[in-house]
């Protein structure tokens, strides 16, 4: 291959990636005017930005919320959760944002469909993790959107910073993680 096809091909690359972007943005868009926010799963096997080769095994898997910041709340973020578990906690949160209720640190917060208990707690480095928030609010990483990291409880009603806690391997502690 010759100089001008590496140039061309590598140009090429950059076009599709950005397509690529560009129709992932108006997604994100189009399902935050829809219902107020979405949510941003990062982990498990796959990966489906073009050329992408993610490692899965660089932590535990997280999601968060992209859209809460614009209703003046910091955006949620849990770790440890399958999609589908952490979705539903992220989205009845969101609903009770919606709905008025601010969810402050500390406070403990309990649901009538999960029986584990949830602490937030404030992010100090949100900018090295919720990259879509981010991007979608155009904020460079010294000035992310704030966020809360929703720290649950373990059967036996031990949080994360707790002796004894039973995976906290699965929920880091805030401040320690970084994307």
Not at 29 to 45: E, F, L, M, N, S
Not at 144 to 173: H, I, M, N
Request: glycine share 10%; proline share 9%; with cysteine.
């Amino acid at each position: 291959m010759t100089a001008d096809e590496t140039e061309r091909k590598g140009l090429e690359m950059d076009a599709r990636t950005q397509a690529w972007i560009d129709q992932e943005d108006a997604h994100l868009a189009a399902t935050i005017r829809r219902h107020g926010w979405a949510i941003q799963y990062v982990g498990g096997d796959s990966c489906s930005a073009p050329g992408c080769e993610c490692q899965s095994d660089n932590g535990p898997p997280f999601a968060y919320t992209i859209g809460l910041f614009g209703m003046g709340h910091p955006e949620l973020l849990i770790f440890g959760c399958p999609p589908d578990h952490g979705a539903n906690v992220l989205n009845c949160l969101g609903d009770r944002i919606r709905n008025g209720e601010t969810l402050m640190a500390g406070q403990i917060i309990t649901f009538d469909h999960w029986p584990q208990r949830i602490v937030p707690e404030t992010v100090p480095n949100p900018g090295e993790i919720v990259f879509g928030s981010n991007h979608f609010y155009q904020r460079p990483p010294e000035a992310s959107v704030a966020v809360l990291q929703l720290s649950y409880d373990d059967p036996a009603g031990k949080f994360p910073w707790e002796d004894g806690y039973v995976a906290p391997e699965l929920q880091p502690r805030p401040g320690t993680f970084r994307a």
